[in-house]
C-alpha cells in the first residue's frame, strides 16, 4: 500500500509536505510466476496460496493477471521502474518464514538497481 501511494504522490503536488522515506513492512506482492517462497510455503497457516489467489482475483482489474503491476510491480516497463528510482530511501521488512519473502527482496534489488537507498530487514 505505502509503496503504490508513494508512486501516486510522485505525480501530484504535494509541496507542503517532505516525504523522507518510506516504511514496507510485510509488502504483499506476488506475480504469474510463483517465488520459491510461494511454492515452499504452499500451505502457509496465515496466507494459503490459493488464498492469496483469490485476494489478487478480487483486487486486480478485470481481465488482470498476476502481472499487473499493482500485483507485481517487478515486472512492469522500464517507465514504471525509473520512477520507483525517484522514491524516497525505504526501510523494507520481511520475514523468512512468509511466502510473500522472495517478491519483497526483489523488490529491494529493483529499487536498489534503480539508484534508491535501502535498508532491507530480513528476519529468520
Known amino acids: ?11 501530484i503536488d504535494i509541496s ?4 523522507i522515506g518510506l516504511i514496507m513492512n510485510q509488502s504483499y506482492f506476488s506475480g504469474v510466476e510463483r517465488a520459491e517462497s510461494e511454492k515452499r510455503f504452499l500451505n502457509d497457516r496465515i496466507l494459503r496460496l490459493p488464498d492469496n489467489d483469490l485476494m489478487w482475483s478480487l483486487a486486480l482489474p478485470d481481465g488482470a493477471d498476476r502481472d499487473h503491476e499493482l500485483c507485481n510491480p ?17 526501510l523494507v521488512y520481511g520475514h523468512h ?3 510473500l519473502i522472495d517478491k519483497q527482496k526483489e523488490l529491494v534489488r529493483i529499487l536498489e538497481a534503480h539508484g534508491v537507498e ?3 530487514e530480513f528476519l529468520e
Request: hydrophobic content about 55%.
Open 118 to 120: 535501502v535498508v532491507a
Open 74 to 90: 517487478m515486472a512492469a516497463d522500464e517507465s514504471l521502474k525509473e520512477k520507483m528510482g525517484r522514491l524516497p530511501q525505504c
Open 16 to 19: 507542503l509536505v517532505k516525504i
Open 97 to 99: 518464514e512468509i511466502p
Open 1 to 11: 500500500m505505502v509503496f503504490h501511494a508513494a508512486l501516486r504522490a510522485l505525480n
